[in-house]
């Protein structure tokens, strides 16, 4: 039996740069969406998975459950957040370590923060349809699945 695709939308600030973003490479793969933000534009989550640091954990209700995605800098997501519409399951993922590169001048990233693609691909394991594909094009792919193995392998059900 073939596995189901599993469904994605990506609300992406453009503000962020898209050459830095770890999810471009995703543009027009199978089963995900982007979105552009507008301020003066709604978007429909329906009852989407929405990854959230303070999200309560994923639960086995959540297997086969569609994602959505804020990709903004963290200071951005409660604007971006104000044009989301639908009835949002927040979930958060476990504390797995990013090896993503990330600097700020300004900001301080919060401590469980992941690349946007790493907190995509462990979220297709948590909800049982594993999309290793999603770090086909990721640069740092084999230190991120080295460094998280134990904790990744336990994720897939």
Request: glycine share 6%; hydrophobic share 40%.
């Amino acid at each position: 039996m073939e596995q189901p695709l599993l469904d994605i939308l990506i609300l992406r600030d453009p503000k962020e740069s898209k050459r830095k973003c770890s999810l471009t490479p995703l543009a027009g793969r199978d089963g995900v969406v982007f979105r552009t933000y507008a301020p003066d534009r709604r978007i429909d989550a329906g009852g989407r998975i929405l990854l959230d640091p303070d999200g309560e954990a994923f639960t086995d209700a959540d297997f086969n459950s569609p994602l959505f995605l804020i990709d903004c800098a963290w200071r951005r997501v409660p604007t971006l957040f104000r044009t989301v519409d639908g009835d949002l399951k927040r979930r958060r993922l476990p504390n797995l370590v990013t090896t993503y590169p990330r600097k700020s001048n300004f900001f301080q990233d919060p401590l469980r923060g992941l690349a946007s693609i790493e907190a995509l691909y462990a979220a297709s394991l948590l909800v049982g349809i594993p999309r290793l594909d999603l770090l086909d094009d990721y640069r740092w792919r084999d230190e991120f699945l080295e460094r998280n193995a134990q904790l990744l392998a336990t994720l897939r059900k």
